[in-house]
């Protein structure tokens, strides 16, 4: 055989003992290509929480940015309009404001109620209420549009006929955002601690009683805080909104839940935000701003109240 | 001593009454309205299902479920079911989205649970829990106010046929990719952490770094909860409506082009269905139809996201 | 002496010292007056079995408790003492796996009869449990929540301050019935909650493990508490403390747990029921003997 001096695998040997030695000479302190590779990982890793945390950033500086030179008390006092220059989001506010209130209504006693039984009363081994507990989970995850769909079809038209006003999309928000409620009112029943409900018992309190006077009282932080939670997202919810005809440029406030058209302030922002004209754009980012410090505004309260009302047991 | 008082020093010859004082007909009231608010979820996916399938069947009357799934062409006012293209359009914005949000929230998930020290993660993890809780318009916004521009000035050349355009499902992915990274990086950060630190700490005592922890160990164990995290992700992301609206358009494109704009099944829903059509169309099912598709795609992603979190809980709890 | 034979001079020398230890302690309690002997039953018990999921826990389990007396349940752990006494305030009920088998007659009713509510039963039959549950309310709002609730008429703070003398509490927290009930120490917060059951005005008083949590100071208070209380509420108390049982009761039930032929099941039975002075100075069953005298645990 033949001991041809090949080039190739003998530059090739010589490029990698030339790499190895410049690599263990500028990583003295590193001699394992592991610690090198752990390191790259190390730098991966950290730049993925800062592109998602970078992400954030930007969006709220974007909101800002285009949006601070519309930002003057008239947001808040003056009606929608078709002029940029004077339009506000009064009459939006004070729609999202309303439906809130609606869902507040509809959410606490169902969904408390719902969280109760599911806690205190049913027997878990029972298929019903096993079924029970699937369709919550699922219907937390059901597109938000989907919720439109079902308003539509049930509740501004069908059975219940309301027509295309504020209640029914009170109703629809609501039902959007009953599973987080109990869910979250689960989480609170479920804290407190059996003792508690055999010390009622054993003084011979009734099950609702205690119930109503021991377990409640001591989730309703928790309760609250869920509930608030909720309301946030309902706050912020467009998409089923469209399809309950909530009207853009309807400028008298709300007046009756059962009549009239409606809006609200993420749908009053869609709409601007599609149009053309950079004014209306700049008043959507406004309007977005305003949205944004609300939902701050109600979030804080949640984490407020949680840390002072927090039963420690 | 009262009469009332069921007395320990009553004399003997006063029957302890132990039968109830009354039928207790106001507990098994209470029970029964209780009960009545859990069954208000099953009502509600019922009416959901009926909703859905009522009209879709009438619209299944008319166009058969070939022409629907198969056909490439959405055009409703041309008589044109094909729903392929918004099917596809949905798709384009979830893949590249996950894409986008898959290697971001399981980095940051991995640098929650296994880097990050008490004091970082107590800041970093709420702040990303801040990330889900900006309404979809704002994040539709942004899309159209920096995503897309930003997208369009950095584009190399003729790549993939050019920058995007004005609507373009690239940009509508990067922001829902960017609003379900919390999803991703909540839960998969949860079930990183219920790793028994055990195996951590044996691997850690034979000499491993932290990425070979991370990797071989901890990601392995918690790896149902990490998928159901996807899941779940991909299920939110394929519902979402006023990010594609806003910046990926409404034209149905049968393509999977991120610089193509396109339309998505529930942008198609939401400006479909506001209420100028006149009921009882074919125009006007096809709502329903549509609707009817991205309700069963979801529920079966969420049936799946489900049936894993309760696997990866059940191993450890 | 081989070592062997040393070691059995010991133990027999303990047992002594035990023995006449324990007996010392009867004997201070026979220097108080009794009552009269005319014993009127509380609770029969016959063949009775609880079971969990088709397991029984305690079986075969036939005695009587007597009014105004303190009866002990003791025995090794495991062996269905907890267990037991939730049967007397139906509180097995609330556990769904359980079924309670027998007759327990109280007061010469059944206790499970069809007609019995065990709302009603929990009022006559109160218990005091092993870690002190006081509700997370004030001091005042935990003694008044039970009449509160039960419609009991009359002064709330006359109710609220009797039961607080009743419970040896009064004179600590008279200042302070607003304080929230958790700021309490271990000791306090169980005589709080004796002093909650009492607020219902019971007949009977279910203990179970009262003082396991607690001090010897706090244990001393409440053992003084239950012999001063005696004479107005029936106590029947579960207690793996040999010692206090032989200081506080008046008759004292002995329950070991045996392993069935499967050796997979435990479940507990009673080997001996009588006068506490008899179990501890006398058994009658060599097992008793070997518990009361610590050689087995």
């Keep these: 055989m033949s001991e041809e001096f090949d080039p190739r695998t003998e530059r090739t040997r010589l490029a990698v003992a030339g790499a190895r030695s410049a690599t263990m000479a500028a990583l003295r302190d590193r001699p394992t290509g592991e610690a090198v590779r752990s390191r790259i990982f190390q730098a991966l890793i950290m730049f993925a929480v800062s592109v998602a945390l970078l992400g954030l950033a930007a969006l709220l500086i974007d909101a800002f940015v285009e949006g601070e030179g519309s930002l003057s008390l008239n947001l808040l006092t003056e009606p929608t309009s078709r002029d940029a220059d004077n339009a506000g989001f009064r009459t939006a506010i004070l729609g999202s404001l309303w439906l809130i209130g609606g869902v507040i209504l509809l959410v606490v006693p169902l969904g408390v109620g719902a969280a109760i039984y599911l806690e205190e009363y049913a027997n878990r081994e029972r298929w019903w209420n096993r079924i029970i507990e699937l369709n919550i989970q699922n219907l937390a995850g059901v597109p938000s549009i989907v919720y439109g769909i079902l308003g539509l079809a049930f509740i501004v038209r069908g059975p219940l006929d309301l027509g295309f006003v504020l209640a029914a999309g009170s109703m629809t928000l609501g039902l959007l955002v009953l599973p987080t409620v109990i869910i979250a009112a689960r989480e609170a029943i479920r804290a407190v601690p059996p003792s508690i409900r055999e010390g009622s018992l054993a003084l011979g309190a009734t099950q609702w009683q205690t119930v109503r006077r021991q377990v409640l009282p001591a989730a309703v932080p928790g309760i609250l805080t869920g509930v608030i939670l909720a309301i946030s997202r309902a706050f912020g919810e467009a998409a089923p909104l469209l399809l309950l005809g909530a009207a853009t440029f309807i400028t008298a406030d709300p007046s009756d839940p059962f009549s009239g058209d409606f809006t609200a302030l993420p749908v009053l922002i869609y709409e601007e935000a599609k149009q053309a004209q950079p004014e209306l754009r700049e008043l959507a980012a406004a309007g977005i701003i305003v949205m944004l410090v609300v939902l701050l505004a109600m979030n804080s309260f949640a984490i407020w109240l949680r840390n002072r009302y927090e039963q420690k047991w | 001593m009262e009469a009332q008082s069921i007395g320990a020093s009553s004399p003997d010859g006063i029957t302890r009454r132990l039968e109830a004082p009354s039928r207790r007909w106001g507990e098994k009231a209470i029970y029964l309205a209780l009960a009545l608010c859990a069954f208000l979820s099953v009502i509600t996916t019922t009416a959901i299902v009926i909703a859905l399938l009522g009209p879709a069947f009438g619209f299944f009357q008319e166009v058969s479920p070939g022409d629907f799934f198969l056909k490439t062409e959405w055009a409703p006012a041309q008589a044109l079911f094909g729903v392929l293209p918004l099917v596809l359009g949905t798709l384009s914005v979830v893949l590249w989205g996950l894409v986008f949000a898959v290697p971001i929230g399981l980095g940051a998930a991995i640098y929650l649970s296994e880097y990050a020290t008490p004091r970082v993660r107590r800041i970093v993890k709420p702040v990303l829990e801040v990330l889900a809780g900006i309404p979809t318009v704002a994040i539709g916004f942004f899309g159209v106010s920096l995503v897309t521009p930003l997208l369009q000035d950095i584009w190399p050349g003729e790549f993939l046929g050019g920058p995007p355009g004005f609507f373009n499902a690239g940009a509508a992915a990067l922001c829902v990719g960017l609003m379900i990274v919390p999803i991703i990086s909540s839960i998969s950060d949860d079930a990183m952490r219920s790793v028994p630190s055990g195996l951590r700490e044996g691997a850690y005592a034979l000499g491993a770094s932290k990425m070979r922890v991370a990797l071989r160990v901890v990601f392995p164990a918690s790896l149902s909860g990490t998928v159901a995290s996807i899941v779940l992700a991909f299920s939110r992301a394929v519902g979402e409506t006023m990010i594609v609206i806003l910046v990926a358009g409404n034209t149905p494109n049968l393509t999977l082009n991120p610089v193509e704009p396109i339309q998505a099944m529930t942008a198609y829903i939401g400006v479909t269905a506001t209420g100028d059509i006149a009921t009882g169309t074919i125009e006007y099912d096809t709502v329903f139809a549509v609707g009817a598709l991205l309700f069963a795609i979801t529920l079966v992603a969420n049936l799946i996201s489900i049936r894993l979190v309760r696997k990866y809980r059940e191993v450890y709890e | 002496m081989t070592e062997q034979e040393r070691r059995t001079e010991a133990q027999r020398?303990?047992?002594?010292?035990?023995?006449?230890?324990?007996?010392?302690?009867?004997?201070?309690?026979?220097?108080?007056?009794?009552?009269?002997?005319?014993?009127?039953?509380?609770?029969?018990?016959?063949?009775?079995?609880?079971?969990?999921?088709?397991?029984?826990?305690?079986?075969?389990?036939?005695?009587?408790?007597?009014?105004?007396?303190?009866?002990?349940?003791?025995?090794?752990?495991?062996?269905?003492?907890?267990?037991?006494?939730?049967?007397?305030?139906?509180?097995?009920?609330?556990?769904?796996?359980?079924?309670?088998?027998?007759?327990?007659?109280?007061?010469?009713?059944?206790?499970?009869?069809?007609?019995?509510?065990?709302?009603?039963?929990?009022?006559?039959?109160?218990?005091?449990?092993?870690?002190?549950?006081?509700?997370?309310?004030?001091?005042?709002?935990?003694?008044?929540?039970?009449?509160?609730?039960?419609?009991?008429?009359?002064?709330?703070?006359?109710?609220?301050?009797?039961?607080?003398?009743?419970?040896?509490?009064?004179?600590?927290?008279?200042?302070?019935?607003?304080?929230?009930?958790?700021?309490?120490?271990?000791?306090?917060?169980?005589?709080?909650?004796?002093?909650?059951?009492?607020?219902?005005?019971?007949?009977?008083?279910?203990?179970?493990?009262?003082?396991?949590?607690?001090?010897?100071?706090?244990?001393?208070?409440?053992?003084?508490?239950?012999?001063?209380?005696?004479?107005?509420?029936?106590?029947?108390?579960?207690?793996?403390?040999?010692?206090?049982?032989?200081?506080?009761?008046?008759?004292?039930?002995?329950?070991?747990?045996?392993?069935?032929?499967?050796?997979?099941?435990?479940?507990?039975?009673?080997v001996e029921y009588d006068e506490t002075e008899k179990i501890f100075t006398n058994p009658s069953d060599s097992r008793t003997e070997d518990y009361v005298t610590g050689k087995v645990g």
Excluded at chain 3, 187 to 209: F, K, S
Excluded at chain 3, 250 to 268: H, P, Q, Y
């Design chain 3, 13 to 270: 020398a303990g047992s002594e010292g035990d023995r006449r230890g324990l007996s010392q302690a009867i004997a201070v309690e026979q220097e108080r007056p009794s009552k009269g002997l005319k014993r009127e039953t509380l609770f029969e018990l016959e063949d009775v079995a609880v079971l969990y999921d088709g397991n029984p826990a305690v079986r075969e389990i036939t005695f009587d408790v007597f009014k105004n007396q303190i009866t002990a349940l003791i025995g090794p752990s495991g062996c269905g003492k907890s267990t037991l006494i939730r049967c007397f305030n139906r509180m097995n009920d609330l556990i769904p796996s359980a079924t309670v088998e027998g007759k327990i007659l109280y007061h010469g009713e059944d206790l499970y009869g069809p007609k019995v509510d065990p709302v009603q039963a929990r009022k006559l039959i109160g218990m005091v449990f092993q870690k002190p549950n006081p509700f997370p309310k004030s001091i005042y709002d935990n003694i008044a929540f039970g009449p509160r609730t039960l419609g009991m008429k009359g002064d709330m703070d006359e109710i609220v301050e009797r039961a607080l003398r009743r419970g040896a509490l009064w004179d600590e927290v008279k200042d302070r019935l607003g304080d929230n009930a958790y700021g309490m120490s271990g000791g306090q917060q169980q005589r709080l909650c004796i002093a909650r059951c009492i607020a219902v005005e019971p007949d009977v008083i279910l203990m179970d493990e009262p003082c396991s949590a607690l001090d010897p100071i706090s244990t001393g208070k409440i053992e003084d508490l239950m012999m001063e209380i005696k004479d107005d509420y029936s106590i029947v108390i579960v207690t793996h403390n040999m010692q206090q049982a032989a200081r506080v009761s008046d008759m004292t039930a002995f329950l070991i747990v045996e392993l069935d032929a499967s050796e997979k099941n435990r479940t507990g039975r009673i």
